[in-house]
């Protein structure tokens, strides 16, 4: 079966600092690749996606993620952290279910971001 | 970007009693989705549907649950009867493309 692992449960940086959160996925295909953000008592926010072509892509807040076919990784970056990206960053792949015509998400355990001044 | 609405946010039950959650997804889509995220441990995928009808399900879609979409309103997903371990907070999700899904804040459910 299909997994996503997040290794670092906790991560905590300072503020300036650059940022990596990884992702690693278990498919034997190439699945759909999300990073998603849930700020305390809110719903889960897309930052970005990727479906094919470009490994490197750019999401929202100065965030980006690379993939890699041959590490089956899928890690988040980014160059500069403010204190306002803390918040709980789930990895997530997305994969065709039964019966063809429906896509679920499988989520990482998320890690939680903790940016200090 | 688009919006999706959970009501209510948080319901405290007594465990065997019914419950309905339920969610406006965006306006447009077609697909949706619940998901079950237990205090602390990651999102599980609960079930989709899509055309009035249940697409897939997980293990976790026990047969006390049901789920509908009457006449384009709200999507809901029932308990009848709740046990304890329903406890959690439950997320809805829509798509228009079956691919990116949009979520709501999601509802906390305690169930005593």
């Keep these: 079966a299909q997994s996503v692992t997040q290794p670092d449960a906790r991560v905590t940086v300072s503020e300036g600092a650059s940022l990596q959160l990884r992702c690693k996925y278990s498919y034997s295909a190439t699945p759909y690749l999300f990073w998603y953000v849930q700020y305390p008592r809110q719903g889960l926010q897309l ?16 965030f980006e993620a690379e993939f890699s076919k041959s590490n089956s990784s899928f890690h988040l970056r980014k160059a500069s952290v403010h204190w306002s990206d803390s918040a709980v960053y789930f990895c997530a792949v997305s994969i065709q279910g039964r019966g063809g015509s429906n896509y679920k998400l ?7 971001l903790t940016v200090t001044p | 970007g688009p919006k999706v609405l959970q009501i209510p946010s948080h319901q405290i039950i007594d465990m065997g009693q019914m419950v309905t959650l339920n969610c406006d997804p965006v306006s447009n889509h077609l697909y949706f989705y619940w998901y079950k995220q237990i205090l602390g ?15 897939e399900k997980s293990k976790l879609f026990k047969d006390q649950f049901s789920v509908e979409r009457p006449d384009g309103s709200y999507f809901t997903l029932k308990i009848q ?11 809805c999700a829509s798509s228009l493309d079956r691919v990116e899904q949009y979520f709501g804040p999601g509802t906390r459910l305690t169930v005593l």
Excluded: I, R
């Excluded at chain 2, 009867?81 to 997320?91: C, G, K, Q, R």
């Design chain 1, 47 to 62: 930052l970005l996606k990727y479906y094919s072509g470009d490994p490197v892509v750019q999401g929202v807040n100065g």
């Design chain 1, 106 to 112: 499988t989520f990482g355990k998320g890690t939680l």
């Design chain 2, 41 to 55: 441990q990651q999102m599980e995928f609960l079930v989709n549907f899509y055309n009035g009808k249940v697409m």
């Design chain 2, 81 to 91: 009867p709740t046990a304890l371990e329903d406890s959690a907070v439950y997320f």
